[in-house]
């Protein structure tokens, strides 16, 4: 694991000990406020799907998505977990609307993944408040030395992800309230197992899961994946396909600070 100089060794060695870390005032509020119009228009445009499902295939024709998860505050943060080559595996709003949000079913995000190897950070960045009562991310911390167990459908239960773990594997006497404030960023281990409640606040519970990995994990599938990005120094050759970034076209896209420049 590399460090660079804006991540204190304290928050690598939380990190490894827990699995898991937040970091306050990552991002400022301005673009906080983007991504929570981002969310607003990305709603508008696809009205058949729930705010917390707007994901991957999503992202490799907007412009906004792929200049926010480039955003060098968040690189430099991924940068001291997984090294200086990183590109973008897998990027996830999940917006629980005020009243009837969906949980996130216990899990590990892992299991899930077709990625080799397993090398992968998750920056989970706050774009509203997120509180224990508008339904957080909550973890069983030091969990991110346990195996990967299989991921189960739980048709029965509406939730976000649809699946979820045994819930005897889970001891929810451990679990932890991540709260984070708007602009500020926990971070996670793939191993690490986590979910989170219903929302049945009043207000909005927005969140944007983005997964780095180093260029040297390939991601196994046969196609290019729908929102593989080199986002920071260099591929290794014959690992993964990157996709080009999406140019801003004003109609198209959701304007924001900068986008006539932004490539
Ligand atoms: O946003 C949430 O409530 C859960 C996030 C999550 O499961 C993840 O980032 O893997």
């Known amino acids: 694991m590399s460090k660079t100089s804006v991540i204190s060794t304290d928050i690598i060695d939380q990190y490894q000990k827990d699995g898991y870390v937040t970091i306050p005032n990552v991002i400022d509020p301005n673009l906080v406020e983007e991504a929570g119009q981002h969310i607003d228009w990305l709603q508008k445009k696809h009205p058949d799907l729930r705010s917390e499902n707007f994901h991957h295939r999503l992202v490799a024709e907007d412009p906004f998505w792929v ?26 709003y999940i917006s ?31 774009v509203d408040d997120s509180t224990t009562e508008n339904g957080c991310m909550r973890v069983i911390p030091q969990t991110q030395s346990t195996q990967l167990h299989e991921m189960k459908a739980r048709p029965e239960t509406p939730s976000v992800l649809g699946s979820g773990m045994s819930e005897e594997l889970v001891d929810t006497k451990s679990a932890v309230d991540v709260t984070v404030k708007a602009g500020g960023v926990s971070v996670h281990h793939p191993n690490l197992i986590h979910g989170s409640n219903p929302n049945t606040s009043s207000k909005r519970r927005a969140g944007l899961t983005i997964r780095y990995i180093p260029t040297s994990t390939k991601i196994i599938s046969e196609n290019t994946w729908p929102c593989a990005f080199l986002l920071r120094g260099n591929e290794v050759p014959g690992i993964n396909t990157y996709l080009p970034n999406p140019k801003y076209i004003k109609g198209s896209h959701m304007p924001f600070s900068g986008c006539e420049n932004w490539i």
Not at 107 to 112: C, E, F, I, N, R
């Open 67 to 92: 200049r926010l998860i480039s955003d060098d505050r968040l690189l430099d943060i991924a940068e001291a977990f997984i090294g200086p080559n990183i590109a973008l595996f897998a990027s996830h």
């Open 96 to 126: 629980k609307p005020p009243v009837d949000g969906r949980p996130v079913l216990w899990h590990q995000d892992g299991s899930y993944w077709p990625l080799q190897p397993m090398e992968v950070v998750t920056l989970w960045l706050a």
